[in-house]
């Protein structure tokens, strides 16, 4: 069945260390992957993504990494901000048209 | 930097009547989808719409909904007699092309149903 999850529910991490979010997917067939933020009372906003012939693709601050393996997929920011802090979400695309989403890990910065 | 909007932000409304969400996506974007988020759970796909038709769509979309594009701009979802499980965060996305990239997202309609 369609499955995308994530391991944590919420990540507490001190400004400045690096964060590591992660997520489970089912479905092999899948060939497209995104991470999206989600901050308080907006739309998800497009961090990410990465396709399954990759194993590991990097943007300003973050990367991502891909097990096909294993199905697991991984978000790492660096140098982790407060304006980081937000609900973070794996997609997996099923099919050109379908965005199936993982149930969210919060991440929380201190100071 | 062009955005997707939304209207309403908030809609409040009785069970059974019916009530329109708009959007208007991204000029030149050809691709058009609808999701909602009850509060505290994952974002979950509703129906996605190109060239004026359904090109897919969940269980979630049944005979209640239904989509459309009025206008060059507009892309609306109606709930025909909303129900209490109907309260939700809704929100429009919009892509350039369903393969590739991102869809960018509105901020959302919350729509809560009493």
Redesign the interface.
Known sequence: GESVGLHLPTLSVQEGDNSIINCAYSNSASD?F?W?K?ES??????II?IRSNMDKRQGQRVTVLLNKTVKHLSLQIAATQPGDSAVY?C?ENW??????????TRLQVFP | EPEVTQTPSHQVTQMGQEVILRCVPISNHLYFYWYRQILGQKVEFLVSFYNNEISEKSEIFDDQFSVERPDGSNFTLKIRSTKLEDSAMYFCASSESPSVGEQYFGPGTRLTVT
Request: no cysteine; charged share 15%; glycine share 22%.
């Open positions: 497209y995104i999206y989600q009372g907006k739309g998800p906003q497009f993504d979400f997609a099919g050109p048209d379908k965005l199936i989403f993982g149930t969210g």
